[in-house]
């Protein structure tokens, strides 16, 4: 099913080349062209067939029915604007940024038929040569439409998360900020400070549990700082309440509560079995 | 290699069956006896091949010359003196309480050849059921003798965790706790507290991140309780400091010192790699 003639992914790195990647083997467009700053990056992406073209030079996406940013957050506010003047005015603009509040009041004034979207899949893995065209299958994708947003732009973009295997929820771009913030931010931030703080001496004693709840703080630190900034409130918020949590727990444990604490636990445990 | 004539579990648990049934596989006793107050277990281990016989009598243990208690560390300290009449003098007391210093403490004033160990292997899995013997298989075993401790019995000890596969390395209870409170007390109070502040209805948008960094908050919720209280100062001053760090980080996002904040999660993501 033809959606685009010309799709162009700006940053063919693990999500933009795996988007790329998707919408070639489902043939949702007739071509798909890939925007990177290193050359390796376009040919490796071209070599996995996530894309026919590539070039460094931006002037590449001209043209095209759909441009996809699929940078770290800061660079798709910093490309935003030095990319209009190649979108044609009916050509359908969308962005796969882990915040969305920053990136779709300023993206939203610059295309006319933009749509901001967070595909809720990844690793802590990137690059194109960790890509995979089944990423996205039964995971869900976020799209935060404004009362701007042109529908007809709405409906497409949901049809290609779709075709792409995710499953398309709607909410605003501040409820969005916020639940990623609790569902993926913090658990970052904490990942980041809880191997930070573990003294190098001791680490030879990690075991299976200090890996798991770490494994996230082996992300990409640019990434993840530009995500921690660009939904500062949100953190900072998540964070406090992290915080007394942290001193509620302690304070049963400081008053040999073991009746509380339990509670407490039991709670936390049966909330993450309902996970899955 | 009989290291010992008859050894007796109290607790077959994950932990006590997978010593029971190491023990078993490398023939490293005549005889192997387990101790439990549910009759299932006792059948189930039988079933496994951990135990020679079983009972909920702690009078099976008599004759023992190698007694391991593998319960929750409170009932690890309530058992001690119960037991007591139906140890022999020259029989070697060992534990595998997550726990050190209030164990030992205890311990060595009611056992004259006791000997203190934590396995450092386990899951957030528990039971028999989830028995394995080579669950050791190239783990690390701390064992913590004082200057109170039988030369004859922590030998004996340490070729015990040997065979089963781990390697041993000493160290005081005071230390172990110390230690412990960072690599596995404080990531588990962290994963209970994390996922308890996610509200009910944002859990759907859980990513991977969340999942992997709270997996061990689905543990043993009265397990983990005892080891908290246990290890009480060292966990409240644990927590403390990673209190502090996050407060640091989040005023080097509230600042936007993204130059600062990049530094802090790349040293964290350098010391997660070194994990492996």
Not at 10 to 22: C, T
């Amino acid at each position: 099913m033809r959606l685009f003639n010309k799709v162009a992914i700006i940053g063919v790195g693990l999500m933009g080349g795996s988007i790329a990647l998707g919408i070639k083997k489902k043939k949702l467009s007739y071509e798909v062209v890939g925007v990177s700053r290193r050359k390796n990056t376009l040919l490796l992406a071209k070599e996995k067939g996530a894309i026919d073209r590539g070039s460094q030079q931006i002037n590449i996406i001209q043209d095209a029915d759909l441009v996809i940013l699929a940078t770290p957050v800061s660079l798709i506010l910093k490309l935003a604007p030095r990319i209009r003047e190649f979108v044609r005015p009916d050509c359908i603009v969308s962005d796969v940024g882990s915040t969305k509040k920053e990136i779709v009041s300023k993206l939203e004034k610059f295309f006319p038929n933009y749509v901001g979207s967070h595909p809720l899949a990844g690793s802590e893995k990137r690059g194109i040569v960790n890509v995979r065209p089944d990423i996205f299958k039964n995971s869900l994708c976020i799209l935060t439409p404004t009362k701007n947003t042109n529908r007809l732009a709405k409906e497409k973009i949901r049809r290609l998360w779709n075709q792409l295997g995710a499953k398309v929820v709607y909410m605003s771009a501040d409820m969005h900020d916020e639940i990623l913030s609790f569902v993926s931010h913090l658990p970052h931030l904490v990942a980041f400070s809880l191997i930070g703080i573990v003294p190098q001496k001791y680490l030879r004693f990690a075991s299976g549990g200090l890996k798991d709840s770490t494994r996230i703080a082996s992300s990409d630190a640019g990434l993840w700082a530009d995500i921690f900034l660009s939904n500062k409130r949100n953190i900072i918020k998540a964070t406090e309440l992290l915080k007394e949590n942290l001193s509620k727990i302690n304070s049963a444990i400081n008053k040999k509560d073991k009746k509380l604490l339990i509670k407490v636990l039991r709670e936390a445990k049966k909330k993450r079995e309902s996970l899955f």
